[in-house]
């Protein structure tokens, strides 16, 4: 039951270029979503998040996009920095119902000099 | 900043032990959750807590499991028999809201439990 998927589970970009981490969702009755950076055994570090009212959020470097209509979600990281390399996981919730988290599968993000 | 502070950091066991994880939440926050994430798959929710009750839990979170409150600061997992797939990492997490679409859980650094 993949309600959240990331179809890439890796991607590798250039220092100083732009990082696009893909996320697609199936459950409609999602309405909040959040990213997440998670290093080798540590816990999941909050990054940026998106109400469903909202197409797009940023902080900093980072910037959120939300199309409720294809239920795609993308992360963008400008300018991307070695420091960014870890997994990131795209998660979603149902305020109507829970705040669980439903988590992807997550992506590693390799930033290289 | 405050954050999430879990215990012990790795813990390893026998099968059919019982185990206690601990974490401790970030003060202000009422409410309480734990997650799982088995070697390579991905991270999954195993129950949520507040006003001292469990408000949903997964499949995963069978008879075996058990939460708990003991103290204004605590919140722990509680696995009584431990099984060889319950092998993870072990997660924590707190937040200040619930069924609120703007809250945002933060997660503590994780519990490694490896079952022999």
């Known amino acids: 039951d993949q309600q959240v998927k990331q179809n890439s589970p890796s991607l590798s970009v250039q220092e100083g270029r732009i990082s696009i981490l893909n996320c697609d969702y199936t459950n409609s009755m999602f309405d909040y979503f959040l990213w997440y950076k998670k290093y080798p055994a540590e816990g999941p570090t909050f990054l940026i998040s998106?109400?469903?009212?909202?197409d797009k959020n940023e902080d900093g470097r980072f910037t959120v996009f939300l199309n409720k209509s294809a239920k795609h979600l993308s992360l963008h990281i400008v300018p991307s920095q070695p420091g960014d390399s870890a997994v990131y996981f795209c998660?979603?919730?149902?305020?109507?119902?829970?705040?669980?988290?439903?988590f992807g599968t997550g992506t590693r993000l390799q930033v290289t000099l | 900043e405050p954050e999430v502070t879990q215990t012990p950091s790795h813990q390893v066991t026998q099968m059919g032990q019982e185990v206690i994880l601990r974490c401790v939440p970030i003060s202000n926050h009422l409410y309480f959750y734990w997650y799982r994430q088995i070697l390579g798959q991905k991270v999954e929710f195993l129950v949520s807590f507040y006003n001292n009750e469990i408000s949903e839990k997964s499949e995963i979170f069978d008879d075996q499991f058990s939460v708990e409150r003991p103290d204004g600061s605590n919140f722990t997992l509680k696995i009584r028999s431990t099984k060889l797939e319950d092998s993870a990492m072990y997660f924590c997490?707190?937040?200040?809201?619930?069924?609120?679409?703007?809250?945002?859980?933060?997660f503590g650094p994780g519990t490694r439990l490896t079952v022999l």
């Open positions: 998106i109400s469903s009212i909202k």
């Open positions: 998660a979603a919730s149902d305020s109507g119902t829970a705040s669980k988290l439903t």
């Open positions: 997490a707190s937040s200040s809201r619930y069924k609120d679409s703007t809250d945002t859980q933060y």
